[in-house]
């Protein structure tokens, strides 16, 4: 399974990179209870760090609101993920346990500020590309809703739509059926190579400690 980024998306966002990383083998389950308690105490913590402070003035959220306006996505209207994440502990609305894999990319995106997604490889089909959604593009979201994707970064299998730094589809979404499963890190264009494959040396470990199986990833 290869990952791309499309000609159009790196023509508007020429400096665009994406973190891959696959897992195989993992065991996903619920959540170990040192998960579930370093979550909670993370988005206390950041809760007194942000209290009193404007989301949108954080550096990572305010590079991937110029992200989403380059596409021709409105930021304020459909909100880069890290950034509704980030004003839900704001607003002290803290995370609901899912799965040991959805509370860690939680975790992690809550960490280093950007969005993450984590898919069900069984569930995608060929390549994956990276692009501009059109107005064809749609897909019933992980919260329930019908979500329209044109004009927002998605990411495309031959089956479709499955993934956005926006809201991902609820059909690929990781459940404890799940044994090998694509994971993808929307970096910030302004971060260096060499710390993004730190980056993602430092996550890809975190959760093959949780939950076995083997990595490998790469930065496109």
Avoid: C
Wanted: avoid cysteine; charged fraction near 20%; proline fraction near 4%.
């Amino acid at each position: 399974m290869e990952v791309r980024i499309s000609d159009e998306l790196k023509q508007i966002i020429n400096n665009i990179r994406i973190g891959v990383v696959h897992y195989e083998d993992i065991n996903v389950s619920d959540s170990p209870q040192m998960l579930k308690g370093r979550l909670r105490l993370f988005q206390e913590s950041l809760y007194f760090d942000y209290v009193d402070k404007q989301i949108t003035e954080i550096p990572a959220v305010k590079e991937w609101r110029i992200l989403f306006k380059a596409v021709g996505t409105d930021p304020s209207r459909y909100r880069p993920s890290n950034e509704a994440l980030l004003r839900r502990v704001q607003k002290q609305q803290y995370l609901h346990y899912v799965n040991s894999a959805v509370d860690l990319n939680n975790f992690l995106s809550l960490q280093y500020q950007i969005p993450l997604g984590i898919y069900d490889k069984s569930k995608l089909t060929g390549d994956i590309s990276i692009e501009i959604g059109n107005e064809l593009d749609s897909y019933l979201a992980i919260n329930g809703r019908d979500v329209s994707l044109t004009n927002k970064i998605i990411s495309r299998s031959e089956n479709g739509p499955f993934g956005s730094p926006f809201v991902d589809s609820k059909q690929t979404a990781v459940t404890d059926k799940t044994t090998d499963a694509l994971q993808l890190v929307y970096l910030l264009p302004s971060q260096a190579i060499d710390e993004a494959n730190q980056m993602l040396q430092a996550l890809s470990t975190m959760f093959t400690q949780i939950h076995g199986g083997q990595a490998t990833f790469k930065v496109i």
